[in-house]
């Protein structure tokens, strides 16, 4: 793997050859031309936030707030970015944060994703509502590190089985995802009147399990069985029906179509896949039926952090779900030190939510989190590239944050502290 400099060299080199790399280092440029190539209705549902977008604005201007005071003359020739997360190591501070129904954006989706992870070395954070299969993007990443983000659905046999498939193709974890028991009021979204999920997008996991299959066999085979109200017959809802049908595992389009089961799954998973009523006791389900780690994404008060700890979780990640639920809230870089103090190194702490520069990786550090998670910049190189798109996005990024801990005067991780920062 090339280190920083050697990154930022090979670009100047190839740029004097007339060769450009596939996406550009500049996050605004990234963004604008991903939001170019997409269709308006991934467009909303990738880059939209809840309400007024407040949130999503505040998750930026809140690392504006500090500021790196770099020392001088610290000998940074050689540099170490590699961190310990439950006993592992990992070469650099980051992983990849679970974001959904990636096909909207490149038709390799979520694997192209798991083989640039695998790549770059940074954990992949399979995606509940994925479109692909854990398992087989698991099987693209060979020993590479994985975690599994869990939506508590409102079958507890179908949240089991989605933490032991998790087990099974090897996941250091599970991302149990809390503020997304009911969907946020996403304007973008809303104003398209558009949810991917009702084509067949995004479900992958749960067509590929196997109580979910057993339901869908109970849910067809009951005549009393209520559907939800059928919408009247367009053109659009011919091309959402074909859709659902075509990303339905198996062979035979009128086969399938017979069948029922494309758009029973749909509605089944309509149906079941949030539960808004799990409390604090509910996790005692999960920890009876995993042995693996178990991080709670979704913390921004001290208080449910220290609770977190009282019911013998193992990590904590700090984030507002990238200001998509929760319009007016506190940013995620706000709420870290609060938390940080909350959980006095217990556990680890991760942060998503903002992160666009190496900069913002610095800071997060500086003020106590154990790594950070990157969002939406890798659905822009997967948008704009593929596998090579978001690889890049990678390696731009870690070379960013490299240069600039060794610039603000560090070595390594550890060296990054409070006293890097003023305010």
Same mark, same amino acid.
């Given at each position: ?77 050689? /540099?170490?970015?590699s ?8 070469? /650099?501070?980051?992983? %990849? ?20 992870a695998?790549q770059?070395?940074i ?7 994925? /479109? ?14 994985? #975690? ?13 089985? #989605? ?12 991302v ?57 017959l ?40 949030s ?43 700090? /984030? ?21 103090e ?24 500086? %003020? ?24 890049e ?16 005067g ?14």
């Open positions: 793997m090339l280190k920083a400099n050697d990154w930022q060299s090979q670009i100047y080199i190839n740029g004097f050859a007339g060769k450009n790399d596939q996406v550009t280092p500049d996050w605004n440029k990234l963004e604008a031309q991903a939001i170019q190539k997409m269709d308006h209705k991934a467009a909303g549902y990738i880059v939209g936030g809840a309400g007024l977008q407040e949130t999503v604005a505040a998750n930026r201007s809140g690392f504006a707030q500090w500021k790196i005071v770099p020392r001088m003359l610290r000998n940074v020739e050689q /540099s170490d970015t961190i310990n997360l439950f006993g592992q190591t990992f070469s /650099s501070p980051f992983w %990849l944060c679970p974001i959904g129904v990636l096909e909207m954006v490149h038709p390799e989706a979520d694997l192209a994703v798991a083989k640039a695998a770059a070395g954990p992949y954070v399979f995606s509940n509502q994925a /479109s692909v299969p854990m398992e087989t993007c698991a099987g693209a990443m060979g020993t590479a590190p994985r #975690f599994f983000q869990l939506y508590w659905s409102k079958n507890r046999d179908l949240v089991a089985s #989605f933490v032991q498939r998790a087990e099974a193709c090897g996941c250091a974890g599970i149990l995802t809390l503020d997304t028991t009911l969907l946020g009021w996403r304007t973008m979204d809303l104003d398209l009147a558009y949810l991917p999920f009702m084509e067949g997008k995004g479900i992958a996991q749960y067509t590929s399990d196997p109580v979910f299959q057993k339901m869908l066999d109970a849910k067809l085979q009951d005549p009393n069985a209520a559907g939800p109200p059928r919408p009247p367009t053109m659009q809802l011919l091309k959402g029906l074909i859709s659902s049908v075509q990303r339905y595992p198996g062979k035979g389009f009128l086969q399938k179509l017979r069948s029922g089961r494309p758009m029973g799954a749909v509605q089944l998973f309509v149906q079941t896949y539960n808004p009523a799990i409390t604090w006791e509910d996790l005692a389900f999960l920890r009876e039926h995993t042995k693996l780690p178990i991080l709670l994404k979704g913390i921004l008060h001290p208080d449910d952090a220290r609770k977190a700890l009282d019911y013998g979780m193992n990590g904590i990640v700090v /984030s507002n779900h990238g200001g998509r639920q929760v319009d007016g809230a506190i940013s995620a870089i706000e709420a870290l030190p609060g938390v940080v909350a959980v006095n190194k217990q556990v680890p702490v991760i942060l998503d939510s903002g992160i666009r520069g190496g900069a913002d990786v610095f800071k997060a550090l500086a %003020l106590g989190a154990s790594a950070v998670g990157l969002g939406r910049p890798y659905v822009y190189g997967l948008t704009l590239g593929g596998q090579q798109g978001v690889y996005v990678l390696r731009h990024l870690m070379a960013d944050f490299e240069l600039t801990m060794r610039l603000a560090c070595r390594r991780v550890e060296e990054i502290e409070r006293g890097c920062l003023n305010v």
